[in-house]
């Protein structure tokens, strides 16, 4: 993708609907967290919030969320921190997911979930 190419998806993203009242942020977040980590889309839908330190500016892709079927420790680019920050403030309770961890069921919350 050129940097183009890029700018004209960034740029129609205030077009967007949904989610939630700021759905311009959402995709923004979503599409410059993808083109400055490079991670498939699966791998985006699948980021918790816990796997995500903005302090450190790290997240983690799961093994079982990722091609090469191992957990990786990825540093976050400056810009990909900067459009992730502003996602902590959407509605936890749109993207409240459930997995089942050993016999009892973990309450996280995915970073972007339509």
Known sequence: MTSEHFAAIYESCDAA????D???IFWRGLVTTAYMTGWRI???LALKWEDVNLETGTAITRHRDNKGKRDELVMLH???????LPLRSFSTQDRKSTRLNSSHVVI???VFCL
């Open 17 to 20: 609907n949904e989610p939630g």
């Open 22 to 24: 700021s759905p311009g």
């Open 42 to 44: 699966g791998e985006l």
């Open 78 to 84: 400056p810009v990909a921190i900067e459009h992730l």
């Open 108 to 110: 996280s919350y995915a």
